[in-house]
């Protein structure tokens, strides 16, 4: 063999698509310090600082609450493989391609599945879900808090979650695009298990999946007949190896860890009100440009995601082509939209440390200038 292989260096892209995000360089420094051992009391101390943010960003007392390896939808196959056994009955409320993900996967561990659907963009209407569980009693009910396939936010998690808990059914709600750029509160909703991704609005690289487990919900996964079928996201194992006295069950990303703490630390000092009020004012001065291009908002103001804007593509815009130039061009990444949506929307992603004004101002700029050509 003799091909030389040159140092490393990937282009310097502005990264504003559904995810990963911008990484702040505070935590891209985290990511260079030495190792420790996964076992060292020092990184003991480091995941429990990790499992004490969480709960803050999740808003919940919740002592289950983790970071599991690998990325969202691996916290997505954690909550659904912990809490299914064969043959239970589960609710897939269906808005977005993630909705219909999450169906998929109760499929694939036996779930008696039934598919609540709603056209791509559009959210439910609590009543929905009451009557769909009247005639189907499930177990678990699954719902997508922010699309990511349709920029479309599910409000009512509150009245959804007494609906189910009236019903007898656990909530699971992914809030891979809400968590950490919108509000995602966990105790007051009373969400039985949610999880995110560490790569989108906490703004570390991927590899990490936050999840937060109520007592409720624990309690379900301590009564099953048998263990759950993947050893790797067992829960109750991964909660006895983030615990005071930690048992081997896999080797923890380290670097990763350090970065997912370093961010978390980022949203701590920012403060939550005020970083949905960033996310917020960035998304606003943001979707005035869009409008401004002839591009209006796929999702209506009330429902629509701060973190993720939608905007539709009027005829005549070479979608691929045009992305492919802003790459090229610009160094900026945004995406398409797909399945239904694939050619008529773009997505949009402002969170973490993407969404500033500056990144903003880039963008609609480079857009009138490739949009005019
Ligand atoms: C809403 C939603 N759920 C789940 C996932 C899966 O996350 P990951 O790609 O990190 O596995 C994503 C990814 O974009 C998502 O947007």
């Not at 289950?64 to 239970?88: C, F, K, Q, R, Y």
């Not at 479309?152 to 808990?165: G, M, N, R, T, Y």
């Not at 429902?303 to 804007?309: C, D, E, K, P, Q």
């Amino acid at each position: 063999m003799n091909k030389t292989y040159t140092d490393l260096n990937p282009s310097p892209r502005l990264l504003l698509g559904p995810g990963p995000s911008m990484v702040h360089p505070r935590v891209l420094r985290t990511m260079a310090t030495p190792l420790v051992g996964h076992l060292d009391p020092d990184f003991l101390a480091i995941l429990s600082d990790v499992k004490d943010l969480l709960r803050f960003v999740f808003q919940t007392e919740n002592e289950l609450t983790l970071a599991v390896p690998g990325t969202g939808t691996a916290a997505m196959e954690a909550a659904l493989s912990n809490l299914i056994e064969p043959s239970d009955r589960l609710l897939a409320c269906i808005h977005g391609y993630f909705g219909e993900r999450l169906a998929e996967m109760a499929d694939r561990y036996g779930a008696q599945t039934k598919r609540l659907q709603r056209p791509w963009g559009e959210v439910f209407d609590p009543d929905e879900i009451d009557l769909a569980l009247s005639t189907f009693p499930a177990k678990i009910v699954t719902l997508v808090h922010a699309e990511t396939s349709t920029g479309a936010l599910q409000p009512d998690i509150d009245v959804i979650s007494e609906i189910c808990h009236r019903r007898s059914a656990l909530l699971v709600l992914d809030c891979v695009t809400s968590l950490g750029g919108m509000p995602v509160e966990i105790d007051s909703w009373d969400v039985d298990i949610a999880f995110s991704a560490s790569q989108k609005a906490l703004s570390a690289p991927p590899g990490l999946a936050p999840i937060t487990i109520n007592p409720r919900a624990r309690e379900v996964i301590t009564k099953r007949s048998s263990p759950p079928p993947a050893f790797f996201l067992d829960l109750l194992l991964l909660e006895r190896y983030w615990s005071d006295q930690p048992i081997y069950h896999h080797t923890a990303p380290i670097s990763t860890t350090y970065a997912l703490r370093e961010a978390l630390r980022l949203v701590y000092e920012e403060g939550l009100p005020a970083r949905f009020r960033r996310h917020r004012a960035v998304a606003e001065n943001l979707w005035q440009g869009l409008e401004a291009l002839s591009l209006p908002l796929f999702v209506p103001q009330e429902i629509r995601l701060t973190t993720l804007a939608t905007p539709q593509l009027h005829q005549g815009i070479d979608d691929a082509n045009l992305r492919q130039r802003l790459l090229e061009i610009y160094n900026i990444e945004i995406a398409g939209g797909f399945g239904p949506l694939a050619g008529k929307i773009w997505r949009i992603g402002l969170m973490g440390y993407s969404s500033r004004v500056e990144n903003v101002r880039l963008l609609l700029a480079a857009l009138e200038d490739l949009l005019g050509e």
